[in-house]
Structures are given as structure tokens and as C-alpha cells.
DNA sequence: GTCGATGAATTACTGACGTAATCTGAAGTC
DNA sequence: GACTTCAGATTACGTCAGTAATTCATCGAC
């Protein structure tokens, strides 16, 4: 059974996405990763990092006094996630039509080219 | 200049649906087209399209006594909006990782394969 | 054993969204 | 010209997300 999606508002993506660089990490530690990057008030960190634990996006572990938090939803379980319910609700489910647009109105260096070119080709040897 | 974004909710773009397969049309004709894919009410419709001509996603004409729509923001339009929202906010606003992430775990078929083959060579054809 | 600090849990407020019901004004009907 | 009808405009209401402030519980310091 595929993991069932895990549904994450974007400013709890931003409080994941120091658990995904390193975990198990204390609260105080989130909120001081999270505030690297953004002005939110410490309150604001902890309500959004409660949220995700209530939903399940993130565990705690008793540590003494405090919680040690890590991810439950993966980075990649989460892009996933993401990326279908782009290409369903926008492209009709299907891939080419997304992947046409960004070859046309993106834009790609040489490099991404090269890079893509070569998943192609790991594509068809994998499919023969 | 790129045109501004016009951001629309998920529900306001399944109003639009029907615009962007063809338009002007009356509101009366908007509401069929989306009830022939939901079990929305009349007023829940027309509620949508009015927050959409008050977005601008619309534009509205007199038409004795009705108003004929037209679509504003267009489907390339919003989905270039949609896209780049996903690419920045989950892959860092880098295409490579983006596409590297579908080819891993979407189905592609043969046929998309070859498809993306050939745009990756107009690509590199129009970059010489 | 009382007091303050500090993490966690609970509560709060605003705006957007999903989902309508109600009100209004003009156009056609008798 | 009063009455109905229907499109559009206005108002409504619950939920969720963003953004906190407030309260509670516990642990260490005196």
C-alpha cells in the first residue's frame, strides 16, 4: 500500500524542512533553523510544528523535559505528493503535457538538457 | 513584462474550465458546463464566477440582460502560474530536480519518452 | 516547598475558500 | 402598471491556514 498522502500547508512545509536536513532536532533547534529563513515569531513555529505532529507529519520522542521531533512524511513522499496533485489538477494527470509546458516556457540550461537526455535514456534501458 | 499572477483557488478554476474551451459564454451556460462535472449548486457556481471577475480572471460584457464571459487569465497562463509555484515552493525553483523526481516515479510510456526526446532536440536546436 | 523559567497545550483572531441562501433590480407578462 | 421571474449582487457561515497570545505543567533554584 502506497503511504496514505499526508496533506502539509506551505509554512509547514518551511517547519519540516529542517527535519529533513537533520532529525532528530529539539523544538528550540526548529525554531531557530526556521527563523534562519524567515521572520516568524517563535509561537508561530511551535503552533505550526504542533499542527504537523497532530497530523501525524512528524513525531516526538520524550527527551527529559522537551521533545525530540523527526519527519514522519519524507521529502520525497511529500514532492510526490505534491507534484500528482499538480499534474492532476492543472495537466489532466498526464505527464508530457506538464513536461512540454516547462520545455517551453522554462528555461533550460544545456546542462538540465544533458541531464534529462540521459534519464531518458535510463528510461528505455530500463523498459527493454 | 510577464503578466501578474491572478491567483485562483481550485474550485474557481473549474469554473474557468468551460471558458477556456470556448467563450464568451452566458452564465447559464457556465453553470451547465461545470454541473455536467459536479454536483455543485447553481448559486455555488455563480458565486465562483463572480469572485473570479472580481480576481480579473473574467472579464464580463453586456449582453442585453445577461453578461457574456470571457476568460482573462488563460490556461497557459494559470499553468505556468501553477508550475512555477510547485517548482519554487518544493524543488527549490530548479527544473532537473523537478523532472528527475516524475521520471523516478511516474509512469512514463514509451510514447512520452519519445514525445520528450523530440522537444529536448528542438530545444537544443534552438539554442545553436 | 515556593517561585520563576521554559516548553508544551490550548485558545484566539483574521482572511480565504467552499458552499450556499437571500435580496434587488430590471424585463417581460397579463 | 402590478406581478412574476430570473440574472446578478449581497450576505452568510463553517473550516482551514497564517500568525500569534495565553495558560498550564513541570523542573531546577533558593
Redesign the pocket.
Known sequence: MLPSPI??????SLVMEPLWRESPL???QIVAAVQAD????E??I??????L?GKGAVS?EKD????L?SPVLSREQWQSQESRNLLDRVFGGRVAPLLAHFSRHEKLSAKDVDELRKLLDAIERKEH
Open positions: 496533506p502539509i500547508s506551505e509554512a509547514e529539539a523544538s528550540e524567515s521572520d516568524w515569531h509561537k508561530t511551535r503552533t505550526l510544528l504542533n499542527r505532529l516526538a527529559g523535559r522537551r521533545y521531533y
